[in-house]
């Protein structure tokens, strides 16, 4: 009888052996995944800051060609002698309808949105109130963790009704 009781002990050892190391083989995964899972997030969002600074200086310029339209245009930017162009905005505006052309053009896979600000803090609307994607708003966007937008803010020249004042564009990107 001994010998019956010693091998389903080693045989419970070995079931236990098994047990334990799936547990740790587990947890390991787990940390792994985490971790690894992490990292590259935080990798992709170093590689978003870059592109809004790229995508707001490719708007704070002229253009390609400078004088573009709707159907000409290779890069499209916002501004015409260092004043923000009504022209531009309003064709920019219509090229929004078409997103994912926009998005070609300016070269990005990001979401963006273009915001103009008064000093006062109330928006201009230029057709639109936002630039970009369609149907967004910042107040939506700070719904979104804030590790995950990036803005940068450029200023230049708005002139309306022989009125010159500094605007503030806001460049919106997130993944």
Do not use: C
Not at 17 to 37: C, H, N, P, S, Y
């Amino acid at each position: 009888m001994k010998k019956a009781s010693s091998r389903s002990t080693k045989a419970q050892i070995w079931y236990i052996d098994l047990l334990i190391g799936l547990v740790i083989f587990t947890v390991a995964m787990v940390l792994f995944f985490k971790f690894a899972t992490s990292r590259y997030l935080v990798k992709d969002n170093e590689e978003i800051f870059p592109e809004v600074v790229r995508l707001s200086q490719i708007l704070v310029s002229e253009g390609i060609p400078q004088n573009w339209t709707e159907e000409n245009v290779i890069t499209p930017g916002l501004f015409t002698d260092g004043e923000v162009s009504i022209q531009k905005l309003e064709m920019f505006s219509n090229m929004s309808s078409d997103y994912y052309r926009l998005k070609r053009l300016l070269a990005t896979e990001s979401d963006f949105i273009v915001v103009f600000e008064e000093q006062n803090g109330n928006n201009l609307s230029f057709g639109n109130f936002t630039l970009g994607k369609p149907n967004v708003t910042i107040e939506e966007l700070e719904s979104i963790q804030k590790k995950d937008i990036f803005t940068v803010v450029r200023y230049g020249v708005y002139r309306h009704d022989q009125i010159a004042e500094i605007v503030a564009m806001k460049v919106v990107v997130w993944q």
